[in-house]
């Protein structure tokens, strides 16, 4: 189910911030493709997503092929206005209402019980919805022009990591969607934390840039899926696409911990211990801990003292190492605190779990 011919528009605004002619013009045409059950990518303040039309089965069915990904994981239900969300859930408790509030636009996502007019195949078949309203101007207008509800994924490939630039969507889906919008780098860099509403107290199914402490703020008591850093033989994650082995890279990825000599003693050890056998080797650094490395690849992920830029830098980074067919990456790991939760969370996966402590 190819499309021959994926339309790529770069989307730019003038010196008052507003979108140019040409871009109003894009982002119209770019709703009514997606009105009439056409896919197109844009930029949103996390990740780029795919977008279809939420009502439409056929277009979310569409984007589970373009994505090459499994019917059974739901996609975000995105829209522009606050009051669009009665549109999709039914029985929303206070404390949607507390969070959309305090967090929307933004980069959190509610899960609710979903009203019947959202096709099965939008919530892979679940009776919850999941609802986000972005705050990328782009996103929002898009999403207006789109008719207000807009199905959409990370906008990678099933299994690749999630796109921080326009032309990481075009290397994963050029041909297999109708356009991409290229608004720029994104400004987060990872998806949406999501929040099932639908519990008492609400739960966290998967960490972002709203964390668990802004959260317990507006909500006081909030649960964390308990597979979230670590995988439990007896319970699947509850956000189905969590259980799937994403941004995995190419190359083999071990995280190791323990303080900063010991650490990049244990990862120079095995570099050239890898080095020895003829194989490629990557090291994920900071800017404070990039020169203590020896390997054929070494990258800075980002300031350690300020992880929203190690945040930000991540997928970019594991794109990067695949591009250069590197086969051994060591990352250092990062505090479990505010969006190093996030971090953690996305690069345990990517590594399925494989965590060496250094000593
Ligand atoms: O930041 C984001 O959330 C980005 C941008 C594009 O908005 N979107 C995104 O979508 O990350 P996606 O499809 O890559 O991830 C959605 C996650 C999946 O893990 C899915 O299983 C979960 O949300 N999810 C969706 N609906 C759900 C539901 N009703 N119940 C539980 N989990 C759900
Ligand atoms: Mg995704």
Redesign the pocket.
């Known amino acids: 189910m190819e499309n021959s011919k994926t339309t790529y528009i770069a989307i730019k605004t003038d010196e008052a911030g507003q979108f140019d002619q040409e871009s109003l013009a894009a982002i119209a045409r770019a709703g009514r493709v997606i009105k009439d059950g056409g896919l197109c990518a844009f930029p949103?303040?996390?990740?780029?997503?795919?977008g279809g039309n939420a009502f439409l089965a056929d277009a979310s069915e569409k984007i589970y092929a373009a994505k090459g990904?499994p019917s059974d994981?739901?996609?975000?239900v995105?829209i522009a206005d606050p009051a669009d969300l009665e549109k999709v859930a039914r029985e929303i408790p206070p404390c949607a209402y507390a969070l959309a509030e305090a967090f929307w636009p933004g980069?959190l996502?509610l899960?609710l019980k979903?009203k019947a007019e959202v096709p099965k195949e939008t919530?892979?078949g679940?009776e919850?919805?999941?609802v986000?309203l972005?705050s990328h101007p782009v996103?929002l207008a898009l999403i207006r022009a789109a008719g207000g509800f807009v199905a959409?994924?990370?906008?990678?490939a099933s299994g690749r990591p999630?796109p921080t630039l326009a032309a990481h969507v075009a290397e994963d889906l050029t041909g297999r969607i109708d356009m991409i919008l290229d608004g720029g780098p994104v400004g987060?860099g990872?998806?949406?934390t999501?929040v099932?509403v639908t519990t008492s107290p609400p739960e966290i199914?998967?960490p972002?840039f709203v964390t668990k402490e802004m959260l317990q703020g507006v909500l006081g008591q909030v649960k964390e899926d308990e597979t979230l850093f670590a995988p439990q033989a007896d319970l699947a994650?509850?956000?189905?696409?969590?259980k799937y082995r994403?941004y995995a890279p190419k190359g083999q990825l071990i995280i190791v911990e323990g303080k900063k000599e010991a650490v990049s003693s244990y990862i120079n050890r095995r570099t050239q211990a890898h080095a020895l056998k003829g194989e490629k080797t990557g090291v994920i650094a900071t800017e404070q801990t990039a020169d203590l490395y020896f390997a054929d690849v070494i990258k800075t992920i980002g300031d350690g003292q300020r992880l929203e830029t190690v945040a930000a830098g991540l997928y970019g980074i594991l794109r990067a190492f695949d591009a250069e067919d590197v086969e051994k990456i060591y990352a250092e790991s990062f505090a479990r605190e505010g969006i190093g939760s996030a971090v953690m969370n996305r690069l345990l996966k990517a590594a399925g779990y494989q965590v060496i402590q250094a000593d």
């Open positions: 949103t303040e996390t990740v780029y997503g795919l990904r994981n739901p996609l975000i995105h980069p996502t899960v979903k919530t892979g679940l919850t919805v999941a986000r972005p996103a959409a994924p990370s906008a990678n999630s987060i990872i998806e949406s999501i099932d199914l998967r972002g994650p509850r956000a189905p696409g969590m994403h």
